[in-house]
């Protein structure tokens, strides 16, 4: 059985272009609403709410770390790849704002919305052997080598994230965050399975 060809270069611009605008509309929602999720932008988010820094600025920095275990443990296509995705989504976060506002939104929509998107955007990068960098990189590795589904390695990450934001969010926030951080990781559990998608 021969492989499928894997993607070309256009492909993968077009991908990694896709996922950030995707990403920073979910990530949008979530920040509208006051609302956390899970992974390395969750992280962002605190440190966003704590210090007033803008999202995407901190995402990106919070990021860089990770990039020396994508470049050594996962390949450096993956890395380059993955660094040209974190510092795209990044950017559409901070531009966001120019081209889209919410004059209102409610919360229970923000998070399953919210969630639904950046987990649509998680399995564009993933199928292009990309991801938004940091604990992702962590979870797309351990998928890769050991078979571990992505979504559940991801929730029970995101969950003691989430958790740790206590401090700092009010209670009913944190769990529609919750919700929110569900929908992501159901949408990669369910979409985004070893050896489903063959394609590199």
């Not at 993968?12 to 609302?35: E, F, K, M, P, Y």
């Not at 704590?50 to 296509?77: D, K």
Request: aromatic share 8%; with cysteine.
């Amino acid at each position: 059985m021969n492989s499928p060809p894997g993607h070309s270069l256009f492909e993968d611009i077009q991908a990694l272009a896709a996922a950030a605008l995707i990403g920073s509309l979910g990530l949008g929602l979530l920040q509208q609403a006051g609302l956390i999720t899970g992974g390395t932008v969750g992280l962002a988010f605190i440190a966003h709410y704590a210090s007033g820094v803008s999202l995407g600025t901190l995402f990106l920095a919070i990021n860089v770390p990770f990039m020396a275990l994508a470049w050594f443990r996962v390949g450096h296509a993956f890395a380059v790849k993955t660094l040209c995705a974190i510092a795209l989504l990044s950017l559409a976060t901070d531009l966001r704002p120019r081209f889209v506002g919410f004059a209102g939104i409610d919360p229970l929509y923000a998070a399953i919305m919210g969630g639904l998107l950046a987990g649509l955007a998680m399995i564009i990068l993933f199928r292009h052997q990309a991801s938004l960098g940091g604990l992702n990189v962590v979870v797309h590795w351990l998928q890769e080598r050991f078979g571990w589904r992505a979504g559940y390695v991801q929730l029970a990450i995101d969950l003691a994230i989430i958790g740790a934001s206590l401090a700092m969010l009010p209670l009913e926030r944190i769990l529609v965050s919750l919700l929110g951080a569900a929908t992501l990781n159901l949408t990669l559990a369910i979409n985004h399975r070893p050896g489903r998608y063959m394609a590199a």
